[in-house]
């Protein structure tokens, strides 16, 4: 365990090694952060005895360049691992940073955010402001590099405030994959409204493209759909890249595949999108959805892998609706845990 934790900190020398601390599976703990904030780490979640490594970077402009003007930093980069237990958590740990003396006006646009490696951007998490005690708490369900920003590029969308999907819908605007709707002075992203099969292809296509996961395409290729033509031109490259990598095959019809471009998408479509791009390793577990005869055959395996990754959960009733249009909200939370599991 301390031959990893060297490593840890022989390959990160851009971080200062600020504490190691013996963590216990059924034990609670709460860790200072150098007087600016603290993690409340509940029991439960490691399965076994590790040390936690938390260290602060030194050089910030590796991670806040020239192009991030408009984000001011008002904490440290803490960079937070564990040795040797997953990445993901088994019950969320609380970060909390202090903001005694710091200015934080524009409270909106404050948030905590994890550098996410593989697209190389920072991704929002959230957290709530409690004005009182001057501090701004977080819920964390993995390690990695955490930082409380400023962000005065973070889109205002006028009709996603205090809604469930609210956060889901920021971290995939903080990755730059939905920018909203213009609307009068400011912006809507229609979350209620169901998502078209354009729309979630390119949110898919352009998450798989940031992470270098599939090659861009200089010029449109040819698509093999009958209705190729009606597919609108900010969503051709997007329709090219989804078909040449196998990730959407069209719906079929008498004359052929149609792409059906502005279509809602439904759950089992969506489902087997994301299925396409993700390893499934261990298929021994089962869903618990009750509505599984209902299930089309060719979205089976990937609503049931889909439920593995934690990608998909069912209803109250347990139920999962696969032929149910999706709204953009529930795609937004959909691709967003997707981005999740994989990265």
């Not at 601390?21 to 409340?40: A, C, E, H, M």
């Not at 984000?71 to 960079?79: A, G, K, N, V, W």
């Not at 609380?94 to 524009?106: A, M, N, Y």
């Not at 951007?121 to 920003?149: D, R």
Request: charged share 20%; hydrophobic share 35%; proline share 5%.
């Amino acid at each position: 365990m301390e031959e990893i934790l060297n490593n840890i900190i022989q390959n990160e020398q851009n971080v200062t090694p600020m504490q190691i601390v013996t963590l216990y599976p059924n034990q609670s703990q709460t860790i200072t952060l150098q007087n600016s904030g603290r993690l409340d780490i509940p029991s439960g979640i490691i399965g076994q005895q590790d040390k936690l490594f938390i260290g602060i970077v030194k050089d910030t402009s590796v991670y806040l360049g020239d192009s991030d003007l408009n984000t001011r930093l008002l904490s440290p980069i803490y960079e937070i691992r564990l040795a040797m237990s997953e990445h993901t958590l088994g019950e969320p740990v609380q970060l909390t940073f202090s903001l005694r003396g710091v200015d934080i006006q524009g409270a909106a646009s404050l948030g905590v955010y994890y550098y996410n490696e593989a697209f190389g951007k920072w991704q929002y998490i959230g957290g709530v402001l409690n004005p009182e005690t001057e501090e701004f708490t977080v819920s964390l369900n993995h390690f990695s590099k955490y930082a409380l920003l400023a962000n005065h590029e973070m889109q205002r969308f006028d009709d996603v405030d205090g809604r469930w999907s609210e956060n889901y819908i920021k971290a995939l605007h903080s990755l730059g994959i939905v920018n909203g709707i213009p609307y009068g002075a400011g912006y809507r992203f229609d979350p209620e409204r169901e998502i078209s099969r354009i729309e979630f292809t390119k949110m898919v296509v352009e998450a798989l493209l940031q992470t270098n996961q599939i090659e861009d395409i200089q010029q449109d290729m040819p698509l093999p759909f009958t209705d190729s033509s009606q597919i609108p031109e900010w969503g051709r490259k997007y329709a090219s890249l989804a078909c040449s990598n196998n990730i959407i095959s069209g719906r079929g019809t008498k004359g052929g595949p149609a792409f059906d471009a502005y279509a809602p998408i439904t759950k089992a479509e969506a489902a087997v999108i994301l299925g396409r791009t993700l390893d499934d390793p261990e298929k021994t577990a089962e869903s618990n959805f009750i509505d599984k005869n209902r299930f089309p055959s060719w979205a089976r395996d990937s609503i049931e892998l889909l439920w593995r990754k934690g990608i998909v959960q069912g209803d109250s009733n347990h139920l999962f609706v696969p032929d149910k249009n999706l709204t953009r909200e529930e795609a937004a939370s959909m691709i967003m845990k997707w981005i999740n599991s994989s990265y």
